[in-house]
């Protein structure tokens, strides 16, 4: 609270602008500049090694990427839906081997 004039107190809602129905605020364009960005991994970085993996006409498991990035498997399941599906927009397809498992 704080005083006015003479002795007397408001609220600070008092002062508040009363045009609830006015235009919303805008966002700032930091996120639509980042949307138009085209977004890809870095040379020779473990992302970009996983999508050349993943590319490979054979396909690769998720026990091959965790051996050869010294991941957990939750750390390559969450990269590929996290980091590849999300954040790049790459379809990820997986397929049933009878001798390798799922591709």
């Not at 408001?10 to 609830?20: F, H, K, V």
């Not at 966002?27 to 960005?37: D, G, N, P, V």
């Amino acid at each position: 609270m704080r005083a006015t004039g003479e002795g007397t107190e408001t609220d600070a809602a008092d002062s508040a602008p009363t045009d609830l129905e006015g235009e919303p605020k805008q966002r700032s364009t930091a996120r639509s500049t980042k949307e138009l960005q085209v977004s890809r991994a870095r040379d020779g970085s473990k992302q970009a090694q996983l999508i050349t993996m993943l590319r490979r006409a054979k396909g690769t498991t998720i026990d091959e990427i965790a051996e050869a990035h010294s991941w957990q498997p939750h750390t390559v399941r969450g990269a590929i839906a996290g980091a590849l599906k999300k954040k790049l927009g790459l379809e990820v397809t997986s397929e049933k081997d009878e001798k390798r498992g799922r591709i």
